[in-house]
């Protein structure tokens, strides 16, 4: 097995050092390499570091404000103190890669079959990409954490982003100011049904 497999970590405490630009394109370039639907390649990355950073840091943070208020994502209010978490890891990771989906619909438009299919594609696709990604840090010695709750602050990040399709997510890298252990995973008999004729 790939060892960058079994030695990546999500990491939520990073040191404050600046992480040398050339490591960041060998993980984009690797979540570049991912496959994809129809050879799609659905993503665009957007690198936040230095003052881009803190301008999407407190776009994020308008967001979680506003979500409080007036919540895009009303039925996952539970998980917005978590949210607010993610934000503080954020603060602490000095690069800051947005994902989005080129070609993603709109949130709250509704879509035909053959659309959410495509978007069920497009998302297994950069799903890919995000963890060649965290798998190429992990190589370089680099800690990482695959982020959802953007989604919180969809609006404000996706207007500071001013780019075409949909934010999908981001990944927070730096390097790590922990050592976490792993965390339990589904027994095989839990996660894999063997059938055969």
């Not at 103190?81 to 890669?97: F, G």
Request: aromatic content about 6%.
């Amino acid at each position: 097995m790939i060892q960058a497999i079994t030695d990546r970590r999500s990491i939520r405490k990073y040191k404050p050092v600046k992480v040398p630009r050339e490591c960041t394109e060998e993980i984009l370039e690797a979540g570049m390499l991912a496959p994809s639907s129809k050879n799609r390649q659905p993503w665009k990355f957007v690198v936040a570091e230095g003052s881009a950073r803190e301008e999407a840091l407190a776009a994020m943070e308008r967001g979680l404000a506003r979500e409080k208020l007036c919540p895009l994502l009303p039925e996952s209010a539970i998980f917005l103190s978590d949210a607010w978490h993610t934000l503080s890891v954020m603060k602490q990771a000095p690069v800051i890669i947005f994902i989005a989906n080129t070609l993603g619909v709109c949130l709250n438009r509704p879509q035909t079959v053959d659309e959410r299919v495509a978007e069920i594609c497009n998302a297994q696709s950069i799903g890919a990409a995000v963890e060649n990604m965290t798998l190429a840090a992990t190589e370089l010695g680099l800690g990482s954490l695959w982020i959802c709750n953007t989604f919180f602050a969809q609006r404000e990040l996706c207007e500071w982003l001013d780019t075409d399709g949909e934010l999908y997510g981001a990944l927070a890298l730096g390097y790590a100011d922990e050592q976490p252990a792993a965390r339990p995973r589904k027994s095989r008999s839990d996660a894999v049904e063997w059938r055969s004729k």
